[in-house]
């Protein structure tokens, strides 16, 4: 695909995907709304590859990857051409400036950040969810995965991706990027996340679960062992 020949570095879009045959098209129409020409790439870790079969766009680039969220990342942003690498989960919405307000952070020189989060619901627990995530990103500067996590494509293979992790490649790649002392920004705008994960657990188990497994990270706990007991491909990519 040609490089994008206005002033601004071109934007590859990578959703992993883990059977979401039934919104794929829906996500990819999101982004094109926002900018025709956008670069995106879909990286498929699912059984038969069902969500690429299922694309309608032409100019979507299809990648066949093993499963794995961090495995299906690093696979779509080998093949991405675009200076800076946005990665998206298919359930989630950007804002309508999205793409101008990371080509406005990336001229100034901050070469990673993540949007702010909503959560598509009117329940008032999930509001107070996305308040508590909100607060705590600002304050870390470790967004989650769902906030539509954006990297300068040079810094993201200078780092070595994302690492072969079954949980917390999110955390672990901005954690990285803290620790080498690059600014991070969480941008005012804010993504809109489906609420199915809350909806389909109940907003308070999965919350402490999501607690739960951030803390035993934190105090040194193995992705593989968090795995055990939460798996992000069984019904989606979450």
């Known amino acids: ?5 206005t002033s601004h570095p071109l934007i590859s879009v990578i959703i ?3 059977n979401e ?4 098209n829906e996500t990819i129409a999101a982004v ?6 956008i670069e995106i790439v879909v990286a498929d870790g699912g059984l038969g590859h069902t969500t690429l079969a299922a694309i309608k766009d032409s100019q979507t680039i299809k990648v066949e990857s093993p499963p794995g969220r961090g495995r299906q ?3 779509g942003a080998a093949v991405a051409s675009g200076d800076i690498l946005l990665f998206l989960h298919a359930d989630t919405v950007l804002p309508d400036r999205a793409f101008p307000a990371i080509t ?9 950040g993540a949007f702010r989060l909503s959560i598509d619901s009117s329940r008032l627990s999930l509001a107070v969810i996305s308040w508590f995530a909100n607060l705590r990103s600002s304050w870390e500067r470790v967004p989650y995965g769902d906030q539509a996590q954006f990297i300068l494509a040079d810094r993201f293979r200078a780092m070595g991706g994302f690492a072969d992790i079954p949980i ?5 790649l901005f ?3 803290r620790m080498e002392g690059l600014p991070i920004t969480i941008l005012q705008d804010t993504v809109k996340t489906s609420p199915r994960r809350w909806e389909r657990e109940g907003p308070l188990r999965r919350t402490l679960t999501n607690w739960w497994l951030r803390i035993q990270y934190a105090f040194g706990v193995s992705p593989s062992r968090l795995a055990n007991h939460y798996r992000p491909h069984k019904d989606d990519t979450e």
């Open 1 to 5: 695909m040609d490089r994008n020949t």
């Open 16 to 18: 992993p995907v883990y």
């Open 21 to 24: 045959e039934i919104i794929i």
């Open 32 to 37: 094109r709304r926002l900018n025709e020409n």
């Open 73 to 75: 990342m690093n696979a």
């Open 104 to 112: 406005e952070t990336i001229d100034r020189g901050i070469e990673a």
């Open 168 to 172: 917390m490649e999110d955390v672990e």
């Open 175 to 177: 954690k990285r990027i």
